[in-house]
T-cell receptor
Framework: AQSVTQLDSHVSVSEGTPVLLRCNYSSSYSPSLFWYVQHPNKGLQLLLKYTSAATLVKGINGFEAEFKKSETSFHLTKPSAHMSDAAEYFCVVTYMDSNYQLIWGAGTKLIIKP | DAGVIQSPRHEVTEMGQEVTLRCKPISGHNSLFWYRQTMMRGLELLIYFNNNVPIDDSGMPEDRFSAKMPNASFSTLKIQPSEPRDSAVYFC??????????FGDGTRLSIL
């Protein structure tokens, strides 16, 4: 069965320092992977997606993620954190040919210290 | 471009009342999803429509919940009668083909 694991429930970084949010997936098929962000009292916004093209994916707001098949990882990074990045981040995996069977990670809350 | 539009944004009502949540998907998207989010359970898929037809409603908690999609631009999620444990944020999302789902801002529902 497919699953996705976000290794940290909370990550705290200082403003201006790098961000790393970790995600590992298990899959028997070629996965599609996404990162979504949810700001307080807001819906979920797509940050970036990987669908078997380039392994390094660039998203909005300076975020990027690298698909590493050998490590079954899809970690989210940003070189320099801003206060506005404080939110909850969800890693999501889906079957190649299934649009709706999204497997959601439990989420990582990103805290930015001034 | 207009995103997924949900209404109302907030709803407070007494238990036993009927609640109707509304969703307008992005034009051209043929798949629509209803989710519920709570602190305890996280994000749960309730029901999924494709081309206005319900495909999977296994996530609908019980018979008090029903969802309809009468046309490609409108869907409703109804709870009758409502109970305090239904309090949550309800999200609608839509997608087209293999594209990622786009979410509305949600309806924050409080049942007193």
């Amino acid at each position: 069965a497919q699953s996705v694991t976000q290794l940290d429930s909370h990550v705290s970084v200082s403003e201006g320092t790098p961000v790393l949010l970790r995600c590992n997936y298990s899959s028997s098929y070629s996965p599609s992977l996404f990162w979504y962000v949810q700001h307080p009292n807001k819906g979920l916004q797509l940050l970036l997606k990987y669908t078997s093209a380039a392994t390094l994916v660039k998203g909005i707001n300076g975020f990027e993620a690298e698909f590493k098949k050998s490590e079954t990882s899809f970690h989210l990074t940003k070189p320099s954190a801003h206060m506005s990045d404080a939110a909850e981040y969800f890693c999501v995996v889906t079957y190649m040919d299934s649009n709706y069977q999204l497997i959601w990670g439990a989420g990582t809350k990103l805290i930015i210290k001034p | 471009d207009a995103g997924v539009i949900q209404s109302p944004r907030h709803e407070v009502t007494e238990m036993g009342q009927e609640v109707t949540l509304r969703c307008k998907p992005i034009s051209g998207h043929n798949s629509l999803f209803w989710y519920r989010q709570t602190m305890m359970r996280g994000l749960e898929l309730l029901i999924y429509f494709n081309n206005n037809v319900p495909i999977d409603d296994s996530g609908m908690p019980e018979d008090r919940f029903s969802a309809k999609m009468p046309n490609a631009s409108f869907s409703t999620l109804k709870i009758q009668p409502s109970e305090p444990r239904d309090s949550a944020v309800y999200f609608c999302a839509s997608s087209g083909g293999r594209q990622p789902q786009h979410f509305g801002d949600g309806t924050r529902l409080s049942i007193l």
